[in-house]
């Protein structure tokens, strides 16, 4: 059973910074990209940042200069430092991963469970 569990979340206040960790485990034969995604209160989850496993990464407008993502491939770990934090950054943040389990062989992508990020001003 493949699971992506979430750390790092928390009360922050304006101008802060956190970083959250996202850590794959179960049966994995590879990991394609990761990413990370948010979804605040009444809006629809969007995009933060993404990472192939060839360190070639995305970001959101909203986030660059700010948002840093990277992995751990030896770890199968992706994380996101968020820096100059602001209060539109208050929202639950997911983990996302295109991933192969052992069995059955074929990608699909996977979800963590969601940590929450709150800005205060």
């Known amino acids: 059973q493949v699971q992506l569990v979430e750390s790092g979340g928390g009360l922050v206040q304006a101008g802060g910074s956190l970083r959250l960790s996202c850590a794959a485990s179960g049966s994995i034969f590879s990991i394609d990209a990761m990413g990370w995604y948010r979804q605040a209160p009444g809006k629809q989850r969007e995009l933060v940042a993404t990472i192939t496993r060839d360190d070639n990464t995305n970001y959101a407008d909203s986030v660059k200069g700010r948002f840093t993502i990277s992995r751990d491939n030896a770890k199968n770990t992706v994380y996101l430092q968020m820096n100059s934090l602001k209060p539109e950054d208050t929202a639950v943040y997911y983990c996302?991963?295109?991933?192969?389990?052992?069995?059955?062989?074929?990608?699909?992508?996977?979800w963590g469970q969601g940590t929450q990020v709150t800005v205060s001003s």
């Open positions: 996302n991963a295109l991933l192969t389990p052992a069995w059955p062989r074929y990608n699909k992508y996977y």
